[in-house]
């Protein structure tokens, strides 16, 4: 992948994210780039409700067409709802999406989640679903992190979904060789083999910087979180969550 200084811009991401709309549109099919896409839905949704049955409001960070919050709204009705994204078209679907779906308040924030204002102790659930690997170096997770567990009220939990990377390269360069395979059958937007796993693999390495698993399960505990949960894994994706510690105030 390109040195961090190489990856594209916010407005170049936001700029990609806006003809994508309709890949993240489809609650039945979930997004074809990602392995297990539908069962990382299933089960944020069903682990959320579990640990958080409590809950009146989720914040969907990176929220995109507004899929996770949709599938959260069918085992949680009628959450207050805060939908996040750079990318206005996609905030405009989740919007139109979301609200038939619950009788509580539903916010819309076209904002980069590293400048996201929000009141502290604002939600007792936080979703960020494929948004993450946006961020660049350590310092950036890091205070994303941190922002995160100040806005949760003790006791509410995050739930992630991303792309992680293995702690050696040779684990990771084989886990990147299975999702090349994965890639090339399946077809996204009308292209399919190795043509779509070129694609794929280019906005990748352009755009994404993820992180070790490890690393950010160190990072989630040393935050705060507590009852850290690996939901499933498949090579480089990970579900997984964890709760605000009750005695923190945020
Ligand atoms: C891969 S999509 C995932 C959308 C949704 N979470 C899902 O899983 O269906 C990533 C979304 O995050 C948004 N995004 C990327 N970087 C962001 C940032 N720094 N701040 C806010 N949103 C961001 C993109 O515009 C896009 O809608």
Same mark, same amino acid.
């Given at each position: /992948?390109?040195?961090?200084?190489?990856?594209?811009?916010?407005?170049?991401?936001?700029?990609?994210?806006?003809?994508?709309?309709?890949?993240?549109?489809?609650?039945?099919?979930?997004? =074809?780039?990602?392995?297990?896409?539908?069962?990382? /839905?299933?089960?944020?949704?069903?682990?959320?409700?579990?640990?958080?049955?409590?809950a009146?409001?989720v914040?969907?960070?990176?929220?995109?067409?507004?899929?996770?919050?949709?599938?959260?709204?069918? =085992?949680?009705?009628?959450?207050?709802?805060?939908?996040?994204?750079?990318?206005?078209?996609?905030?405009?679907?989740?919007?139109?999406? =979301?609200?038939?779906?619950?009788?509580?308040?539903?916010?819309?924030?076209?904002?980069?989640?590293?400048d996201?204002?929000?009141?502290?102790?604002?939600?007792?659930?936080?979703?960020?679903a494929? =948004?993450?690997?946006?961020?660049?170096?350590?310092?950036?997770?890091?205070?994303?992190?941190?922002? /995160?567990?100040?806005?949760?009220?003790?006791?509410?939990?995050?739930?992630?979904?991303? /792309?992680?990377?293995?702690?050696?390269?040779?684990?990771?360069?084989?886990?990147?060789?299975?999702?090349?395979?994965?890639?090339?059958?399946?077809?996204?937007?009308?292209?399919?083999?190795?043509?779509?796993?070129?694609?794929?693999?280019?906005?990748?390495?352009?755009e994404?910087?993820?992180?070790?698993?490890?690393?950010?399960?160190?990072?989630?505990?040393?935050?705060?979180?507590?009852?850290?949960?690996?939901?499933?894994?498949?090579?480089?994706?990970?579900?997984?969550?964890?709760?605000?510690?009750?005695?923190q105030?945020?």
């Amino acid at each position: /992948m390109p040195p961090l200084n190489q990856k594209s811009s916010v407005e170049q991401i936001r700029a990609r994210f806006d003809q994508d709309v309709e890949r993240f549109s489809h609650l039945e099919t979930g997004q =074809v780039a990602m392995p297990d896409s539908l069962l990382f /839905m299933e089960l944020i949704a069903r682990a959320a409700a579990a640990i958080t049955p409590q809950a009146r409001a989720v914040l969907d960070l990176g929220c995109g067409a507004g899929n996770y919050t949709l599938k959260l709204l069918q =085992v949680l009705p009628d959450l207050d709802c805060t939908l996040v994204d750079l990318s206005q078209p996609m905030l405009a679907r989740a919007r139109e999406r =979301v609200a038939p779906a619950t009788r509580g308040r539903v916010d819309t924030r076209q904002c980069d989640i590293r400048d996201l204002q929000f009141p502290a102790a604002g939600c007792d659930l936080i979703l960020a679903a494929a =948004v993450l690997h946006h961020l660049r170096g350590e310092g950036e997770w890091n205070a994303v992190l941190a922002s /995160m567990a100040s806005w949760l009220r003790p006791g509410g939990s995050l739930w992630v979904v991303d /792309m992680f990377e293995a702690s050696s390269p040779a684990v990771q360069a084989l886990l990147w060789r299975r999702y090349g395979e994965y890639l090339e059958q399946v077809r996204g937007g009308g292209v399919a083999g190795a043509a779509y796993r070129d694609h794929v693999f280019a906005y990748i390495d352009a755009e994404d910087s993820p992180r070790p698993l490890l690393w950010f399960l160190d990072r989630l505990s040393r935050t705060g979180f507590t009852n850290l949960e690996i939901l499933h894994k498949n090579g480089s994706f990970t579900a997984l969550g964890g709760v605000k510690c009750a005695d923190q105030s945020g």
